[in-house]
């Protein structure tokens, strides 16, 4: 499974885009994530695109995850809107930057 996060807006604007790999993960971490996935429920959320928060300079975040059967759905959400599920899915992949097995922006 490929999940791709791409962040953007903000005050600056700097897009920022990690993608992980789960095939390329230890175990725990696969399934940890894989876990998340299904947790925020993205295939059944795929196309939704979420209000803007009243954030004022708030981030978007494009959400795409690739099952790897040929079946990739994406969802777009905003700071501080969305479900908390999906939040602690961006939150994860995320933290991952270091690890990211994608292109940059």
Same mark, same amino acid.
């Given at each position: 499974?490929?999940?791709?996060?791409?962040?953007?807006?903000?005050l600056?604007?700097?897009?920022r885009?990690?993608?992980?790999d789960?095939?390329?993960l230890?175990?725990?971490e696969?399934?940890e994530?894989?876990?998340?996935?299904?947790q925020?429920?993205v295939?059944?959320?795929?196309g939704?695109r979420?209000?803007p928060?009243?954030l004022?300079d708030s981030? #978007?975040?494009d %959400? *795409?995850v690739?099952? @790897?059967? &040929?079946? #990739?759905?994406? %969802? *777009?959400?905003?700071? @501080?809107? &969305?479900?908390?599920?999906?939040?602690r899915?961006?939150?994860?992949?995320m933290?991952?930057?270091?690890?990211?097995?994608?292109p940059?922006?």
């Amino acid at each position: 499974m490929r999940i791709r996060v791409r962040r953007s807006g903000g005050l600056a604007n700097i897009p920022r885009v990690v993608e992980i790999d789960t095939s390329t993960l230890p175990g725990d971490e696969a399934r940890e994530l894989e876990h998340l996935v299904k947790q925020a429920d993205v295939p059944r959320m795929a196309g939704a695109r979420a209000t803007p928060g009243r954030l004022r300079d708030s981030f #978007q975040y494009d %959400v *795409t995850v690739d099952d @790897g059967g &040929g079946a #990739q759905h994406t %969802v *777009t959400t905003y700071q @501080g809107a &969305g479900t908390a599920e999906l939040q602690r899915l961006i939150d994860r992949v995320m933290s991952l930057q270091g690890r990211s097995s994608g292109p940059t922006p």
